[in-house]
């Protein structure tokens, strides 16, 4: 077997165990979505904000929800690693004869697939029932936010397997992972503007790499025009860039087939 028909079969793999664990499959999509119901219409209704760029805070919510689930998949998704190794499964991929990057790019690429579909589930599910801008149409912003929640899942994908390859349990996966992504969750925009926060806050919203994600979604979907937003042609290429330098790190350290790794 060649090497893209090795890493397509582990990809299979993955999202096969994925599709079967039906609790994983739909707590990453519902929790997202039950947190714009009730948040998002609780504040729109009970605080009534008024410094949004557009619409209701329902509507601008949903490009956070679309990142939220993304970032619950990515974590799912890359516990697998953790499940391979423990079962003996890992050691068993890396003694084939394809190397460790295309174990690794295997994984990842099921990590992606798994997290794009979901997302943009959560998306199509949201955008008909809120008044959403759509300022370059419906066509063309659902193929802007495909591109975004794709680039956003390899970045995340690319950054879940550098950590699952230096943190040798599964319970220090998922704290370290709360506990890097959900700060830059809460600053990158997703539930309320950052153009008029605390200067070191908006500092720090300017080096988070969701920032972007956010950005080009809500531009995308969400906004009349480009105006109190960074803008697509800064979003992407910041996205990409991101990206290719988490997949690059990732690669960096063959992945521990034991606690020990040995």
């Not at 079969?9 to 993955?14: L, Q, V």
């Amino acid at each position: 077997m060649n090497g893209p028909g090795a890493w397509l079969a582990i990809c299979e793999r993955d999202v096969r165990a994925v599709v079967r664990s039906r609790s994983q499959l739909y707590s990453s999509m519902f929790t997202p979505l039950l947190l714009l119901v009730f948040l998002g219409s609780g504040v729109s209704h009970g605080l009534e904000p008024s410094r949004l760029p557009a619409g209701g805070f329902t509507a601008f919510m949903v490009a956070g929800v679309v990142v939220m689930t993304s970032l619950f998949s990515s974590t799912f998704a890359s516990a697998s690693y953790y499940r391979d190794r423990d079962s003996g499964m890992l050691r068993f991929l890396l003694s084939s004869p394809h190397s460790a990057r295309t174990i690794l790019l295997g994984k990842s690429i099921a990590g992606v697939a798994i997290g794009a579909v979901q997302a943009l589930v959560v998306m199509a599910i949201a955008a008909p029932l809120l008044d959403m801008g759509w300022q370059y149409g419906v066509a063309a912003g659902m193929l802007v936010v495909a591109v975004t929640v794709v680039t956003l899942n390899l970045l995340l994908a690319g950054f879940a397997l550098m950590l699952a390859a230096r943190i040798q349990t599964m319970q220090g996966f998922h704290l370290l992972m709360n506990l890097a992504l959900f700060p830059l969750l809460f600053f990158s925009g997703a539930f309320y503007p950052v153009d008029d926060l605390p200067v070191w806050l908006e500092v720090l919203a300017m080096v988070n790499p969701l920032t972007y994600a956010v950005d080009a979604l809500q531009v995308a979907a969400y906004a009349e025009n480009n105006e109190a937003f960074v803008g697509l042609w800064v979003d992407l290429p910041v996205l990409a860039c991101c990206a290719a330098v988490a997949f690059a790190l990732s690669s960096l350290r063959p992945p521990r087939l034991t606690w020990s790794g040995e």
